[in-house]
């Protein structure tokens, strides 16, 4: 009995080293080439072509600091460095096996992604991007002048990939309306259309310098605190939107454009360039008052117009902290 147990056991590890021997010969028949996936070097990238088979397409175009999208807009930081570590960390976690071969190969020609990947005009890489395995855990992918499909992971990552490589542009768009350093900026502006002796023009000059204004000729209650206007300055440093409004009815737009705007913000930095954001409040959302009767504004949300182009949502959670007034600046009375 202890001698047969003994045959066994033999047998057994034979066998995992001859499945492993197997292994190892069957991935060394597969050229490096046909499954090197990954780019190592992702600072060299400054462009990346996506294109469904549905002919939906975008290109991102590194410009200095920046990412731009289709040459439009500028790229959400989150999502092109999400792509960048991506392409990094992608690793082949197993070629597709025999009876997953068809559908692999169907899936892959029907509803890929190509992605191209260049430097400085040199194609780098084009890697067709398919859906995911069965289990979830891992995309179909192929690389250009190959026929063979693999399994692409991320090792650590659970979950698939496809859902990385998307080509709505509007996905891609930065949702930041002000995003300034503050030694950037040189002058803010906020106008209160409903009570215009709050308006102020906030400019910065240097040594730690600044000056206020109110077009009403209203003036400061106290000494300007330099204090709540440096802080006031730094809160401008990422403020973002909630989404596009591409969709707003035009009669809406003109009835906006009409309306008395609820608030208005023009910055300026110190090259001279400006932005400006128009808000409008928007009809009440349903809720009730504490009367229980409708409420006449929408309690959470804005239409805006950033420099007369594009229509958005914005939030009074993010805005309020900037809809101040002028006396916000000066120094309190004892």
Known sequence: MKKNKIIISLIAVLGIVAIFLISQHTNSTIKRELRDFAVEDTASIDRVFMVRKDNQQVTLTRVGDHWMVNDRFVVRNDAIDNLLKTLNRLRVKSPVSTSMLDNAVR??????????VYHKSKLLKTIYVGGPTQDQMGTFMMLEGSSVPFVIHIPGFVGYLSSRFFTEEISWRSTAIFNYNFDDI?????????DPKTSFTLVKGGNNQYAISSPSGAGLTGLLDTVAVRYYISKFEKVNLEFFSDSLPQSTRDSLLTAMPYRVFALEDKNGNSRKLTAWRRPGNGKLNDDGLPMKWDDERMWALIDGKQWVV????VFNPLFVGLNYFAVPAN
């Open 314 to 317: 914005i939030q009074y959670f």
């Open 107 to 116: 899936m892959l020609a029907t509803r890929n992604t190509k992605v191209e």
């Open 186 to 194: 040189k002058s803010i502006s906020l106008d209160n259309l409903e």
